[in-house]
C-alpha cells in the first residue's frame, strides 16, 4: 500500500517560517500557480511578521490564461505591508527558446 503525504499551505505555522536572522528570503518555486495552494495562511503569517525583513520571490512558467496566470498577482495582493520590487513576465513567443517565465519578488515596507 503506498502511503503519500501531502502538505498543504494551510498547515503552515508561524514556527515553520520563523528564524534567527533579520533578513528572510522565502522562495515559492512553482507552487503559487498550482490550484491546491490557496496562499491565504502563509501572507497572513508574513503579513503580521514586523521583527524581520522578507524578500519573496515567486517564480513559475508564465501563464496568460486568467486562471493560473494571475494567481501570482493575486499571492502578492494578499501581502499587507509589502511592495512589488520586481517582476518579469516572458511568454514562450517572447523568448528563443520555447518556455515562458514569470518571476515577482516582494520585500516588506519595512526593509
Known amino acids: 500500500m503506498n502511503h503519500r503525504v501531502k502538505t498543504y499551505d494551510k498547515q503552515?505555522?508561524?514556527?515553520?517560517?520563523?528564524t534567527t536572522t533579520n533578513t528572510i528570503i522565502h522562495i515559492f518555486?512553482?507552487?503559487i500557480d498550482l490550484e491546491e495552494f490557496e496562499g491565504d495562511r502563509i501572507a497572513d503569517i508574513l503579513s503580521q511578521d514586523k521583527s524581520n525583513n522578507n524578500i519573496i520571490v515567486c517564480v513559475s512558467p508564465y501563464y496568460q490564461e486568467t486562471?493560473?496566470?494571475k494567481r501570482m498577482e493575486e499571492f502578492g495582493k494578499k501581502l499587507q505591508g509589502y511592495s512589488l520590487r520586481y517582476k518579469f513576465e516572458k511568454h514562450t513567443d517572447e523568448l528563443?527558446?520555447?518556455y515562458s517565465c514569470q518571476?515577482?519578488?516582494y520585500a516588506s515596507m519595512y526593509y
Open 29 to 31: 518555486s512553482n507552487v
Open 67 to 69: 486562471a493560473r496566470g
Open 103 to 105: 518571476i515577482h519578488i
Open 96 to 98: 528563443e527558446k520555447p
Open 12 to 18: 503552515i505555522t508561524k514556527e515553520h517560517i520563523n
